[in-house]
């Protein structure tokens, strides 16, 4: 089976970086993914690892060690508007699920 | 559609009801998820489609859930005698890809919210 865990909540504030921590435990995966949910709003898709390393997107960067079954998101120059859940997830290779880890909120103080 | 559609958006009813939910996904997406999300949880899967059939229901809380895809389009998530504990938002997510094909991206739904009473 597979299970994710996450910090449940992260505080900081504007103009500042951010990493957000996801550790995983799976029997095979092809990547790991994260969403952004705000609050009654639906998740959005934010970025995709399937090999080690670092990706960037615009000011949100995400990374992946297999190694060392960890993965984190890394948000740069924090705006109010980030302030939302993230949630990392994985698409496992046996299976047709795709398993969510419990999810972050970040409140991002002004 | 452009979007993934969700109706109804809000659903009140009494325990031992039976209701329905539909989504209505991107056009041309033939994966098709239902997740269950409490709040301040994750989402939490229920089935996947793979066009109309269910490739995966092993998240299916008990008999009293099914879902259906009979034109590989729009699906139902239908739940018989509910329960206060079914009170959650329920969530589709549809995809180009499918599970177990790598870079999945799904797009969600804004959601059903039940609440049973």
């Known amino acids: 089976g597979q299970s994710l865990e996450q910090p449940s909540e992260v505080t900081a504030v504007e103009g500042a970086i951010v990493q957000i921590n996801c550790t995983y435990q799976t029997s095979g995966f092809y990547g790991l993914s994260w969403y952004q949910q705000h609050d009654g709003g639906a998740p959005t898709f934010l970025s995709y690892n399937a090999l080690d390393g670092l990706e960037e997107t615009g000011r949100f960067s995400s990374f992946l060690s297999r190694s060392d079954s960890y993965g984190y998101l890394l948000l740069q120059e924090l705006q109010m508007k980030d302030s939302a859940s993230y949630f990392c997830a994985v698409d496992p290779l046996y299976g047709q699920n795709f398993v969510f880890g419990p999810g972050t909120r970040l409140s991002v103080l002004p | 559609g452009a979007g ?49 059939g269910a490739a995966d229901d092993s998240g299916l809380p008990n008999d009293r859930f099914f879902a259906v895809r009979p034109e590989g389009s729009v699906s139902t998530l239908k ?38 009473l």
């Open chain 2, 4 to 52: 993934v559609s969700q109706t109804p958006s809000n659903k009140v009813t009494e325990k031992g009801k039976y209701v329905e939910l539909r989504c209505d996904p991107i056009s041309g997406h033939t994966a098709l998820y239902w997740y269950r999300q409490s709040l301040g949880q994750g989402p939490e899967f229920l089935i996947y489609f793979q066009g109309t």
């Open chain 2, 79 to 116: 739940i018989q005698r509910t329960e206060r504990g079914d009170s959650a938002v329920y969530l589709c997510a549809s995809s180009s890809a499918g599970g177990g094909t790598g870079a999945n991206v799904l797009t969600f739904g804004a959601g059903s919210r039940l609440t049973v």
